[in-house]
Structure formats: C-alpha cells, structure tokens
C-alpha cells in the first residue's frame, strides 16, 4: 500500500520567517495530495491541494509544489505568524480516481515565535 | 448540518466494554473514513466507505473494530471488548470527491 513519510516532525520558526514541511510517497498511482492543518482539540482542517498534473499551487501565503517524478510534494509558508502554529499533514490519495484512501505522513508540529 | 458531526465528543469507559462512536456527515457526501489518531501520532486509517460498494476494511487493527453506514449516512464505528490500547481520538471524515471534511474527533478512554 501506499507509504507517506514527513518531515520535519518539528519545526520553530520565528515570525516573519518561512517554513518548509516535506513528504514523500510511495504509491505512482497516487494522484491527489491535501494538505491539513490541525489546531489543539479540533479535527484536521484543509488548507490547500494539489493533483497530480500540476507541478504547483499558491494560496496567498501558503503554496505547495509537486515532483511527480521524485514522489514528493512540499507545502510553504511564507511570512509566517503565531496563529500558524499548528500541526500540519501531508497526505496521498490512493486508487487512482479521486475517491479512495487518504493515506497521511506522521505530522509536523510548526511552532511560530512571536 | 453545515459540517461532520460526531458523537459522543469524550468516552471513559472500562477495559472490556463495548463502545459505540457516531458520525452524522456532510449531507450528499458519499465517501466516510473512520481514522484513529493517538496521543501525538499520525492519523491511521480504519476503514472507508464509498457509496453503495462494499467497505474498505483494510486498516481495522483486529476483530474487535466494526463499523456499520446506514443509508449511504450515518455511521457507527463499534469496538468490542475495549482494551487500554484502544484510547485515541477517533475522526471521522465525508467527501464529495478528493479531500474530506473532518469532524472534530470522539476521544476514548480505556480505563
């Protein structure tokens, strides 16, 4: 089945600062790739996409890329303030049709200092 | 409801009994995962229903997880026989397509 591996599994910044959370996957047939967030007590939140034929996605502060060839996708946050402080995954959509298994990376906790 | 709601929101209950969680999805949303999140972990995958086909299955940790969609809508995730290892927060996502929407979790505790 399809393996999704994330890293950093923390990551401090300043604010202001940029962050960069990494995942690879496994499974080529995988074709669709969330990106949540999750704050204390609450389920995961999604934040941006992106699928499989495209190499790159930007959503104001936050932008993902995609290197079908290497398996890994990147998600990035620029100009970063406290209240991103969260844990973020990554997470690979399996079974070749936009219906299937999400499978997730381990998480990253992103600490933003004022 | 305008979101995924699940019930109850926190569970203690005794090594051995059985417990029952509840997800109400999105209305119209054909796809539901059930995933296990324990304390500080990743989100495991428990099972996936996908309109009228038979259920993934594929990610329930032993005999004693079950769970039920009834009418395309609600579902109920049932473990048996509880044991220790069982405490974890348990979400529950619906889709329309892609990614899911996810309710805000069902944490169990296993005395």
């Known amino acids: 089945g399809e393996n999704v591996e994330q890293h950093p599994s923390t990551l401090s910044v300043q604010e202001g600062d940029s962050a960069v959370i990494k995942c690879t996957y496994s499974d080529s047939a995988s074709n669709y790739f969330p990106w949540y967030k999750q704050e204390l007590g609450k389920g995961p939140q999604l934040i941006i996409d992106i699928r499989s034929n495209v190499g790159e996605k930007k959503d104001q502060r936050i932008a993902v890329t995609l290197n079908k060839t290497a398996k890994h996708f990147s998600l990035h946050i620029t100009e970063t303030q406290p209240e991103d402080s969260a844990v973020y995954f990554c997470?690979?959509?399996?079974?070749?049709?936009?219906?299937?298994?999400?499978?997730f990376g381990q998480g990253t906790i992103l600490t933003v200092h004022p | 409801g305008a979101g995924v709601s699940q019930s109850p929101s926190n569970k203690v209950t005794e090594k051995g009994k059985d417990v029952e969680l509840r997800c109400d999805p999105i209305s119209g949303h054909t796809a539901l995962y059930w995933y296990r999140q324990s304390l500080g972990q990743g989100l495991e995958f428990l099972i996936y229903?996908?309109?009228?086909?038979?259920?993934?299955k594929s990610g329930l940790p032993s005999d004693r997880f079950s769970a039920e969609r009834t009418g395309g809508s609600v579902s109920t995730l049932t473990i048996q026989r509880t044991q220790q290892e069982d405490s974890a927060v348990y979400l529950c996502a619906s889709s329309s397509g892609g990614s899911g929407t996810f309710g805000a979790g069902s944490r169990l505790t296993v005395l």
């Open positions: 229903f996908q309109g009228n086909s038979a259920p993934d």
């Open positions: 997470a690979a959509l399996t079974g070749g049709t936009s219906y299937g298994k999400l499978t």
